[in-house]
């Protein structure tokens, strides 16, 4: 699990709900990554902007203030180039091609497995 592909890595972990905060965070941690965290689409939005040197945005598409479908469509207006990668506990057909179209690169199905997640994150960095 520990693969060292992710380490020194900065993920920018956009979640609401606290107790999936610490699970991904609590996942993450041990990849030897550099965390930062945001609880609405707004403060991502700002993150992104702030700071370039965010490689990796996970992102929860159901959050207060601004959800993560507007959050990635700002993101990539404004010419960010960063991959950002859904959580979504739906699977239905049509939204991939909605979280496509809306500026994500990739999806992650809520429950997050720890190996599933790094292994997902690790592929963007796997060329």
């Given at each position: 699990m520990?693969?060292?592909?992710?380490?020194g890595k900065k993920i920018l972990i956009v979640e609401d709900d606290l107790s999936s905060r610490l699970y991904l965070n609590k996942i993450l941690e041990k990849t030897g990554a550099i965390l930062i965290n945001a609880g609405d689409g707004v403060e991502a939005?700002?993150?992104a902007t702030d700071d370039p040197d965010v490689e990796i945005i996970l992102m929860d598409i159901q959050l207060p203030v601004m959800d993560g479908y507007t959050s990635a469509k700002k993101i990539r207006e404004l010419g960010r180039r960063v991959n950002i990668i859904a959580q979504t506990a739906y699977s239905l057909s049509g939204d991939m091609e909605n979280i496509l179209a809306s500026g994500f690169d990739d999806y992650i199905i809520k429950p997050?497995?720890?190996g599933q997640l790094i292994e997902?994150?690790?592929?963007f960095f796997v060329k």
């Open positions: 520990e693969n060292g592909i992710l380490k939005l700002n993150i997050i497995y720890s997902k994150l690790s592929s």
